[in-house]
């Protein structure tokens, strides 16, 4: 029993020396000094010129702001827009990030992404890289913000200004087209039905569920437990869900496919011929697309009043 | 008398090239004459020269030395252990995992990775240690389950490793479907393989493995008796509980460093004293050092073909490891077949 | 060296296997313990040796309390010969006689001269020096038999219990072996208990006899004591006639 207690002590011990031993960060006045999510103080001399991005958010976000230019490497994931595809790949996805490679590219600044690992961060930081980490938002003022962090770190604050004040203004006629309406159709949104007795959907606290009811609908996922939640058949049969939207389309789910599905046909939804693919890329990658996504969910659901 | 000079320089051999491989082996492509000169200053504890690459340098002293290092000692200390196990529960087929180190370990990884610490600069250690420490507590629960009295039958340290291990996975199980947004990296991190890079996981692990090798070390002879049965180790004067129980606790401090900072990589400390039982015969004072360093040399080139093998991808190695694992099994099936000829 | 075993009861739980066994041996005597199988001459053996879970007995090899002695004296005053002859396979026969050394070794077991000359010694006496870096595996069980027997006298121990020890040997061996351990009785003062199934072996070398049945002592002391007709047939259940051979030396039982 001793032994244990004291094998307990000596290895707090050491790791709390461990902790003691990180660099410190050296306030320097410089150019550009931004605090990221992990409440680092990111500074840099002049707006970063070799960048590699480790999420495609990130990635897509950048040209967004015409800071395409400076990206020098990406992850496996990044595919929008297309010019970065042509880009060198370090990894990512389901494998491990090339380190190696992204080291030999010497890359002034490399910003991660909610996906990324704080274990890849301190790792990068590591190896003497300067690491701004970028998380997940939870809504547009969110994405607008990780716009704006963008625009400056790469130096093109004017264009993301530009950027979120354009989207903004999207938003804003929205929400004044769909100020006065009641009728709010309900969503079921599908992320993965490889179980098609309990698929995945969007649960409360996603983009989802405030994309959706931002341009006018109610997500039914909204009453789960979790984010990433199942829901049973049969709960969906009892929501019946005026519209389905197939967030799986891009891996070939198809209406058809649907109608088939054991005890689906009797959802109404599915009798009236309201399953429509949808490209999960407009409200899952974080960027300006999300506003595309929230003007196109505004047509699904009020066709009437957005032409 | 089994003659052992010639394996001992084989084996030695054998490690250089495994290191040499490794530290050469990378995405980057890096001209061997300059890894070598790296290297050579480095063991002098001389700085390289300026005309070096600067970056090349940073690749192999910070990216694909400690990797190799990282990679030896995890080698060393699971096969040095398994090695152990097989011994103390005279079972060829025991692992060191064998008593809850590796389940525990997971379970204490999955809770950090899905308990979101603040992410904080500092978080990435609290992974690690929390899986060490989560591992020690496991082993410690299936001793105080297992013991009787004062002794510790070989039996039921197995049934309560067996029993405390389902339990402490099936939790990790329950965990993970709720993990959602840690959900990779907590696949990833059971998967086995270095999430952490730099010199930090080989600081972190060493003074325990350290510990753990050297003890296990020591009871080499006492682990010859142990083979003939708890009755006659004691009556050839062996204090049986002490030994055993101090042989799990070097074995354990050892496993539960390995696995908290690489993850659970199978089939190493099942394979390599199996294998190297027939070179050096049953003597623990041969077979545990031969084990430790041949474990070494096995992780080191099966992390090699790992960061190979789908290039700019790297495979979790122990999906290597327990690639290697169905066809050893298989060999020994048609051995043991052959034999019943 | 004289030993003095007094046991009320012992077992492996409560329920104790054997009970009332009490006997003196003094230096250079021969004891053969003899009964059916079940009748406790094993857990004796173990009670003894200080393996036993549960044990109320007390023991004295030269006045030394067994029960306070380490482990490792007790293994310099008494080597044990179990009745399995089973041998991890990947050991070399001198390995496995070497081990016998073990408590006078240090913790990595380096052997010194003394060592070495027993180890030899043993083989020499058990005829498995011929074996001596053959595998363990690859011998035959009274090959095996006979290398666990050199292990114990090359403990070289005053006091020498020997569970069935004889049993897959040939008779060649038997008596060879049993004639050497009484040898060693008579030149080294050795003590020696032997638990055996064959009576006329027993006979044969036995100083003292006990009979056990049913966990405790039916009879003790000389061959006149022991071995009698009435007593055998009713420990081992089995009527059988026990006949003085002409040449004045061997008693032999025979089943009637």
């Known amino acids: ?307 | 008398m089994h003659k052992l000079t010639r394996p001992t320089l084989l084996s030695f051999a054998a490690l250089a090239i495994a290191v040499l491989l490794s530290v050469g082996v990378g995405s980057v492509a890096i001209p061997p004459k300059e890894t070598l000169e790296v290297l050579w200053n480095t063991l002098q504890g001389t700085a390289p020269t300026s005309d070096i690459n600067h970056t090349y340098q940073i690749i192999l002293l910070t990216l694909r030395l400690p990797r190799t290092i990282l990679m030896i000692m995890t080698g060393a200390a699971l096969a040095g252990s398994g090695c152990a196990y097989q011994g103390l529960f005279q079972n060829p087929l025991a692992d060191p995992y064998l008593i809850g180190a590796a389940s525990g370990a997971g379970l204490g990884a999955i809770i950090s990775l899905t308990l979101g610490w603040p992410a904080s600069p500092f978080s990435y250690l609290a992974v690690p240690m929390t899986a060490f420490i989560s591992a020690l507590l496991t082993v410690f629960l299936v001793f105080q389950l297992a013991k009787v009295k004062k002794t510790l039958p070989v039996t039921n340290l197995i049934l309560a490793g067996v029993a405390v291990s389902s339990f402490v996975t099936a939790l990790t199980s329950f965990l993970l479907i709720n993990a959602s947004g840690e959900l990779r990296r907590a696949v990833v991190w059971l998967l086995g393989g270095s999430t952490m890079a730099g010199w930090k996981p080989v600081l972190g692990q060493l003074p325990y493995v350290l510990v753990g090798l050297i003890g296990l070390s020591a009871y080499a002879y006492k682990l010859n008796v142990l083979q003939f049965g708890d009755e006659q180790a004691l009556q050839l004067g062996i204090n049986v509980n002490r030994a055993r129980t101090r042989i799990v606790v070097f074995a354990t401090l050892s496993t539960a460093a390995a696995v908290a900072f690489t993850g659970v990589i199978g089939f190493v400390g099942l394979i390599i004293p199996h294998i190297l039982r027939r070179v050096t015969g049953g003597d623990m004072r041969r077979l545990l050092p031969f084990s430790m360093i041949g474990g070494a040399i096995f992780l080191v080139l099966a992390d090699v073909v790992a960061r190979v093998i789908v290039a700019p991808q790297e495979l979790p190695v122990g999906i290597i490891t327990s690639l290697c694992g169905a066809p050893f099994f298989l060999f020994i099936l048609r051995r043991s077949k052959e034999k019943d000829w | 060296m004289q030993l003095r075993v007094s046991i009320d009861q012992a077992g492996y739980d409560q329920s104790a296997t054997i009970r009332n066994i009490h006997f003196t041996l003094q230096e250079g005597q021969l004891l053969a313990v003899i009964g059916p199988n079940g009748s406790g001459k094993t857990t004796l053996i173990r009670a003894i040796s200080q393996v036993l879970p549960y044990d109320e007995g007390q023991y004295h090899i030269n006045g030394t309390n067994l029960k306070e002695a380490s482990e490792n004296s007790r293994a310099q005053l008494m080597a044990v010969v179990p009745q399995s002859t089973y041998v991890p396979p990947s050991f070399l026969v001198r390995e496995v006689v070497l081990m016998g050394r073990t408590p006078y070794m240090n913790w990595n077991g380096k052997s010194s001269r003394v060592d070495e000359k027993f180890v030899q010694e043993a083989m020499e006496q058990t005829d498995v020096k011929k074996f001596e870096d053959q595998l363990c595996g690859e011998l035959s069980a009274g090959e095996r038999q006979r290398v666990i027997l050199a292990r114990a006298l090359a403990q070289n121990t005053p006091v020498l219990l020997m569970d069935e020890p004889t049993s897959h040997l040939d008779l060649r061996y038997q008596i060879e072996f049993l004639e050497l351990t009484r040898t060693l009785g008579i030149n080294n003062g050795k003590t020696v208990l032997v638990a055996m199934h064959d009576l006329n072996l027993a006979a044969r070398f036995g100083d003292l006899f006990l009979a056990m049945k049913n966990g405790s002592t039916d009879a003790f002391g000389s061959a006149q004591d022991v071995l009698l007709p009435e007593k055998l047939s009713e420990i081992y259940d089995l009527a059988v006639r026990v006949i003085k051979l002409p040449d004045g030396g061997s008693t032999v039982v025979i089943p009637q």
């Open chain 1, 1 to 307: 029993m001793k032994k244990f207690i004291l094998l307990i002590t000596i290895s707090i011990i050491i790791s709390a020396a461990f902790s003691a031993c990180s660099p410190s960060i050296a306030a320097v006045s410089a150019e550009i000094s931004i605090m990221d999510s992990l409440e680092k103080q990111i500074t840099l001399d002049q707006p970063a010129a070799k960048i590699v991005t480790l999420s495609p958010p990130i990635t897509e976000m950048l040209y967004a702001i015409d800071a395409g230019d400076q990206v020098i490497a990406r992850d496996s994931f990044s595919d929008y827009p297309e010019a970065a595809l042509s880009l060198p790949d370090i990894g990512g996805g389901f494998a491990e990030y090339d380190l190696e490679t992204i080291i030999s590219l010497e890359p002034d600044l490399v910003i991660a992404g909610g996906i990324n690992t704080v274990e890849l961060v301190q790792s990068l930081e590591d190896l003497g890289l300067t690491v701004y980490y970028l998380a997940n938002p939870f809504d547009l003022e969110g994405t607008f913000a990780s716009i704006e962090a963008l625009g400056i770190l790469s130096g093109h604050e004017d264009q993301a200004k530009e950027l979120v004040d354009g989207l903004r203004s999207r938003v804003d006629a929205v929400s004044t087209i769909l100020e006065n309406v009641e009728d709010k159709p309900t969503v079921y949104y599908e992320l993965d039905a490889t179980d098609v007795a309990k698929p995945y959907t969007p649960g409360p606290n996603t983009f989802y569920t405030s994309l959706i009811g931002m341009a006018g609908g109610e997500n039914i996922g909204e009453k789960l437990e979790f984010e990433w939640a199942q829901i049973s058949l049969e709960q969906l049969l009892v929501e019946d869900p005026d519209l389905i939207l197939l967030g799986d389309a891009m891996w070939g789910v198809t209406p058809e496919s649907v109608a088939e599905r054991a005890g689906w046909g009797s959802l109404t939804a599915v009798t009236n011929g309201i399953v429509l693919p949808f490209d999960d890329n407009l409200i899952a990658r974080i960027g300006p697309r999300q506003v595309d996504g929230l003007e196109a969910l505004a047509k699904i659901f009020h066709p009437d009043l957005f032409k």
